[in-house]
């Protein structure tokens, strides 16, 4: 991307004509754009009688990741919070799949009640789980707290699904093989674990604890990988890139105009963002690939493995991280 880039310069600075510079820029305008797309997912992997649960299936990549994996022949449970919405994705994944065989069930990853509602659900009326994929988040919100007084980036995007997890994996090593895909971020990068401050309640800060969030799903797949060895149950995390979704509209509501000024230079970016169908595609791949069918705790970005930054991939943290978490939602 780079090389193509310098070589653009080069041919605009050699050849500034008003055509020529137009030509130029709408070559590169369409190459970044090709770049942000990203790759696809290009397994046809078929998954007729198998069962796949996606939490917050009901809009962006949860969706269209629904549509695909019903596509392939899977019953597909969308598990969410808001049920009128959930319900009119059913329909409209049922239509565009052509499969009926996808239910609705309520999960508000914000209560441990609700949770254990519906994993005690899930366990009671399915005989099989093949595929969890732990999608559903939040971004960037205000300082809110969950029913059980997390807080709500932390609670949502990870204790929520740890405990959703734990709480299905009889089923999953019933069903082995079987996968664990957890959403997370390329913000993980820019995350640290505030074992000290988890809630960050001493300096909260809304793209502090995103980030601390997406680090904690790495960290979480990470560890569980390794207690899952052997049981033919693996997990993959993955950053699904930038996408046209609903995950940012809290985002004017808890940063300050100073730091949305700050990162307003990123908006020219917006055409150039994945749609929700290209941002589902590692997702997807993370589901079905047979590839991956002996690899295990590794992170995705556009189809292909990736090295995470340094601090999801501390073995102490992720042990620290598990026995913490448990301890909250009620496991330990």
């Known amino acids: 991307m780079d090389d193509y880039i310098s070589q653009m310069k080069q041919f605009v600075n050699e050849h500034a004509t008003g055509p020529t510079i137009v030509i130029a820029v709408g070559a590169g305008l369409f190459a970044l754009r090709r770049h942000m797309a990203g790759r696809v997912c290009r397994s046809k992997a078929r998954l007729d009688g198998k069962t796949v649960l996606i939490t917050g299936a009901n809009t962006g990549i949860g969706k269209e990741t629904a549509v695909d994996l019903a596509r392939r022949g899977a019953r597909v449970i969308l598990a969410c919070r808001d049920?009128?919405?959930?319900?009119?994705?059913?329909?409209?994944?049922?239509?565009?799949?052509?499969?009926?065989n996808v239910v609705v069930k309520q999960l508000d990853l914000a209560s441990l009640k609700s949770v254990r509602a519906l994993a005690a659900d899930v366990k009671a009326?399915?005989?099989?789980?093949?595929?969890?994929?732990?999608?559903?988040?939040?971004?960037?919100?205000?300082?809110?707290?969950?029913?059980?007084g997390f807080e709500m980036q932390f609670g949502v995007n990870h204790l929520g699904h740890f405990l959703l997890t734990n709480s299905l994996l009889d089923l999953l090593k019933k069903s082995a093989p079987s996968r664990v895909v957890n959403v997370s971020s390329l913000g993980h990068e820019h995350g640290k674990m505030h074992f000290d401050d988890i809630h960050l309640d001493k300096d909260y800060d809304p793209i502090i604890s995103y980030c601390q969030s997406k680090l904690a799903n790495i960290l979480f797949t990470r560890e569980l990988a390794w207690r899952l060895s052997g049981t033919g149950v693996t997990a993959y995390s993955l950053h699904p890139g930038a996408i046209r979704t609903e995950l940012g509209r809290h985002v004017t509501q808890s940063m300050s105009l100073w730091k949305l000024m700050k990162y307003a230079h990123l908006m020219l970016l917006w055409p150039f963002v994945k749609s929700p169908w290209e941002g589902a595609q590692t997702t997807i791949y993370c589901a079905v690939d047979e590839s991956l069918q002996n690899v295990n705790?590794?992170?995705?970005?556009?189809?292909?493995?990736?090295?995470?930054?340094?601090?999801?991939?501390d073995d102490?943290?992720?042990?620290?991280?598990?026995d913490i978490s448990a301890s909250m939602v009620g496991l330990a």
């Open 83 to 100: 049920m009128g919405r959930a319900n009119r994705a059913a329909d409209e994944i049922r239509k565009r799949s052509g499969n009926g």
């Open 125 to 148: 009326s399915e005989e099989r789980l093949d595929i969890l994929i732990n999608n559903a988040g939040i971004m960037m919100c205000p300082k809110w707290k969950t029913e059980d």
């Open 297 to 313: 705790g590794l992170y995705y970005s556009d189809c292909a493995p990736k090295q995470p930054k340094l601090q999801a991939c």
């Open 316 to 322: 102490a943290s992720a042990k620290k991280l598990w």
